[in-house]
Structure formats: C-alpha cells, structure tokens
C-alpha cells in the first residue's frame, strides 16, 4: 500500500512515565547512570515526552531523589518536553528552580484516595493549584501547570467515583490555572464503555475549554489498559501516558499489575496507522536494558515475548502521509 492511499490519521503523543511512575513502584534504586541511559536511549527511539521524576521528599521515595539531575540532563535533548510530578508548592518550586518543561500535579476524584495519597481534600488541592500557579507566574517561568485527575474512574479505598465529581474538579483545576488536564485510571478499574462516556462528558462539560483535557494514563491492572486507550482514542485524545515493560502501579491497590506497557502502545497504534514518532525496534532494545536492571521486579507488556509480526512492518505509514493537524494535545 502506498503512503499517498493510506487514510491520513493525527499524530499521537505517548509520553513515557517509567522514570517516575514505573521507579516509584520498585523496591530497588536503579542508579542514576542508567537513568540517564535510559532517558537518552528513549529519545533517540523517538520519544519527546519523558516524565523523569518526582520532586518530593528524598526519605520518601529515594528512588526518584536524583530528578534535578535528570531534568538538567533532559534540557540538554533538542525537543524533548521534561515532566515531573509535584504533590505540593514546595515540589513546584523545585520544579521552576530546575526549569522543568511540565509539572504534573495529581488531584485525586476519589477524596478517599486524596488523603492517603496528599493528606489533602480534593478542594484543598484546588487551593494548591492555584497557589502553584501564582508561584509560577511570579517567577515568570514557562513550566506548564498539567492537573492529572487521579481514580477517576474509581477507587479501591472509597469504590465508586461519581462522574459529576470528576467533571466538577476538572473544571475548578482550569480556573485555579491549571493549563492542561488528563484522566488517569489509577488502579485499574474502568473499561472501554466507561472511559468513552467519561471523556465526552468532559469534553462537552468543559466546552471552549474541552482542547486542554489532553491525556489518558490507564493502568493494565486487569488487562485493559489497551482496549481503554483505544477508546480514549476513538473519541478524540490523542496523547497517552504509559511505562516500558509496565512497570508501575499504585500503592493504594494491592496487586496492582502496573501501566500500560509502553511498547504495547506504540505497536497498536503504529499498527492503526498513527504517527508516534517511535521506533519500536529501539524501544524493544531499550526495554532489554531496563528488564536487566529490575531483575527481580514484576514487569508486563505482551509485545516482547512475541516481537514484531513479520507479515508487515509495524510502522506501516511513513511521517508524510499524516495530517499536520494534532488532534486534541
């Protein structure tokens, strides 16, 4: 098939979250040295949006207390955008301090889940955000704000998240400043029918507003983390957070099994027609690498057993034969 006949199909964005979501999860400390390794490796693979850590206390998760390092070592890469989770204004701070592209702050739909997680109230977090704003703003620095809304699409302390809460929190994240929001199924309770619905209710709700929810994080806790990509995508998002070798999970879940597998993610999407960016050939190098260093650890992803179908390239259209139009970022 030709590129010229092929159906053109927006970019999508996978931006990895291994490095801090993935790392957070694993009892051992993978060196700083592999670290960047892996950061390098990931972006000559393609990949332009990396999550590289967490700015919060190093006694509490001294697996991410090298994240200055790695955000400096990340500005060096041409293009890639640096993301790091900020619990708290101090975090924020930290982030600004660094010069990190993205801040990612976690406000969770589930106000069970929030005070385990912050020790905060989600209206409390509210406050936060806009105080994280007024931070930035007064440093004039370019960080952006993105809110990622955590359970909403349940909880395995509280159970059931309302919708209506969701919606309510998305929209008071916007007007506390936040610039871009995302839904994450924390711990691996929705599916595809409850994520499509979720979505455009928010889009609809959030109107003029709609183009700043920007991303789905879903967790592959019980093995459809896929299928709730492909629905997320089918009703416009087209950028998707997930971890190589799906590491990952969250520690109000037990059992959790961990992310989306990056490498899973990239080959279904290639697979469609869409444009990431990503050799997944790279990728599933990249991956070896990092499985050696976690020997030991529960790792997920379907694609490496298997490999890459010879029947057909996973990437079957080229980078020409895409629209410039983004969809939703």
Same mark, same amino acid.
């Given at each position: 098939?030709?590129?010229?006949?092929?159906?053109?199909?927006?970019?999508?964005?996978?931006?990895?979250?291994?490095?801090?979501?993935?790392?957070?999860?694993?009892?051992?400390?993978?060196?700083?040295?592999?670290?960047?390794?892996?950061?390098?490796?990931?972006?000559?693979?393609?990949?332009?949006?990396?999550?590289?850590?967490?700015? /919060?206390?190093?006694? $509490?998760?001294?697996? +991410?207390?090298?994240? =200055? %390092?790695? !955000?400096?070592? @990340?500005? &060096?890469?041409?293009?890639?955008?640096?993301?790091?989770?900020?619990?708290?204004?101090?975090?924020?701070?930290?982030?600004?301090?660094?010069?990190?592209?993205?801040?990612?702050?976690?406000?969770?739909?589930?106000?069970?889940?929030?005070?385990?997680?912050?020790?905060?109230?989600?209206?409390?977090?509210?406050?936060?955000?806009?105080?994280?704003?007024?931070?930035?703003?007064?440093?004039?620095?370019?960080?952006?704000?993105?809110?990622?809304?955590?359970?909403?699409?349940?909880?395995?302390?509280?159970?059931?998240?309302?919708?209506?809460? /969701?919606?309510?929190? $998305?929209?008071?994240? +916007?007007?506390?400043? =936040? %610039?871009? !929001?995302?839904? @994450?199924? &924390?711990?691996?309770?929705?599916?595809?029918?409850?994520?499509?619905?979720?979505?455009?209710?928010?889009?609809?709700?959030?109107?003029?507003?709609?183009?700043?929810?920007?991303?789905?994080?879903?967790?592959?806790?019980?093995?459809?983390?896929?299928?709730?990509?492909?629905?997320?995508?089918?009703?416009?998002?087209?950028?998707?957070?997930?971890?190589?070798?799906?590491?990952?999970?969250?520690?109000?879940?037990?059992?959790?099994?961990?992310?989306?597998?990056?490498?899973?993610?990239?080959?279904?999407?290639?697979?469609?027609?869409?444009?990431?960016?990503?050799? $997944?050939?790279?990728? +599933?190098?990249?991956?070896?690498?990092?499985?050696?260093?976690?020997?030991?650890?529960?790792?997920?992803?379907?694609?490496?057993?298997?490999?890459?179908?010879?029947?057909?390239?996973?990437?079957?259209?080229?980078?020409?034969?895409?629209?410039?139009?983004?969809?939703?970022?």
């Amino acid at each position: 098939m030709n590129a010229s006949n092929t159906p053109r199909r927006p970019a999508v964005t996978v931006r990895e979250v291994g490095l801090r979501d993935g790392l957070q999860s694993v009892a051992m400390i993978v060196p700083t040295s592999h670290k960047l390794e892996w950061i390098g490796a990931a972006y000559a693979a393609g990949q332009r949006e990396i999550e590289v850590g967490s700015f /919060v206390p190093a006694r $509490l998760l001294p697996q +991410l207390a090298d994240t =200055a %390092e790695l !955000v400096a070592h @990340a500005k &060096t890469l041409p293009g890639l955008v640096a993301s790091v989770l900020v619990p708290n204004l101090k975090g924020a701070e930290r982030a600004i301090e660094v010069g990190a592209d993205l801040m990612l702050v976690p406000l969770s739909a589930s106000a069970a889940h929030s005070a385990a997680n912050v020790r905060k109230t989600p209206d409390e977090m509210i406050k936060q955000i806009a105080d994280i704003r007024a931070a930035r703003d007064a440093a004039s620095s370019k960080t952006i704000i993105e809110v990622g809304m955590s359970t909403a699409f349940g909880c395995t302390i509280q159970g059931d998240v309302a919708e209506d809460d /969701v919606i309510r929190l $998305l929209q008071a994240a +916007l007007d506390a400043g =936040a %610039e871009r !929001v995302g839904l @994450a199924d &924390t711990v691996g309770y929705a599916d595809p029918a409850q994520v499509r619905r979720l979505f455009e209710k928010a889009f609809r709700a959030l109107g003029s507003q709609a183009d700043k929810l920007t991303c789905g994080h879903f967790h592959d806790t019980r093995g459809l983390a896929l299928a709730n990509t492909l629905a997320a995508l089918d009703v416009g998002v087209c950028r998707f957070d997930a971890s190589l070798a799906g590491i990952g999970g969250c520690p109000h879940a037990p059992g959790a099994s961990g992310n989306a597998a990056t490498e899973d993610v990239v080959f279904m999407l290639e697979r469609m027609g869409y444009h990431t960016g990503i050799d $997944l050939t790279a990728l +599933l190098e990249l991956r070896k690498r990092v499985a050696s260093w976690l020997a030991g650890e529960q790792l997920g992803g379907a694609v490496w057993r298997a490999g890459v179908p010879k029947s057909r390239p996973a990437t079957t259209f080229t980078s020409s034969s895409f629209s410039s139009q983004p969809g939703i970022q």
